[in-house]
Nanobody, 115 residues
Framework: QVQLVESGGGSVQAGGSLKLSCEAS????????MAWFRQAPGKARELVAR???????EYAESVKDRFLISREDLKRTVYLQMNNLKPEDTANYLC?????????WGQGTQVTVSG
């Protein structure tokens, strides 16, 4: 059974930092491209950052220079370091694993930025 479990969300003041983690089980993690998405109430889900199995990275323009995505294949975990958080970063952050036609999603972790 495939599971992606996100953690690390919470409530912070603007300018603060959080580090999200997504641990996978039931998949050969090293084969998968990993991504973080977010969805705010009433808004479409959007890509935040992606790291492929080779370590190539892309970011949404809105988070460049503030967020950092990384992965540890031995721990089957992908991370999202979020710095200088803004109120507009408030959303449910979800992890996605992709390999060929297979897509798996986690349930998400809530990030709320006030101020």
């Amino acid at each position: 059974q495939v599971q992606l479990v996100e953690s690390g969300g919470g409530s912070v003041q603007a300018g603060g930092s959080l580090k999200l983690s997504c641990e996978a089980s039931g998949i050969s993690f090293y084969l998968f491209d990993m991504a973080w998405f977010r969805q705010a109430p009433g808004k479409a889900r959007e890509l935040v950052a992606r790291i492929d199995k080779g370590g190539n990275i892309e970011y949404a323009e809105s988070v460049k220079d503030r967020f950092l995505i990384s992965r540890e294949d031995l721990k089957r975990t992908v991370y999202l370091q979020m710095n200088n958080l803004k109120p507009e970063d408030t959303a449910n952050y979800l992890c996605k694993a992709t390999f060929r036609s297979y897509d798996y999603w986690g349930q998400g972790t809530q990030v709320t930025v006030s101020g």
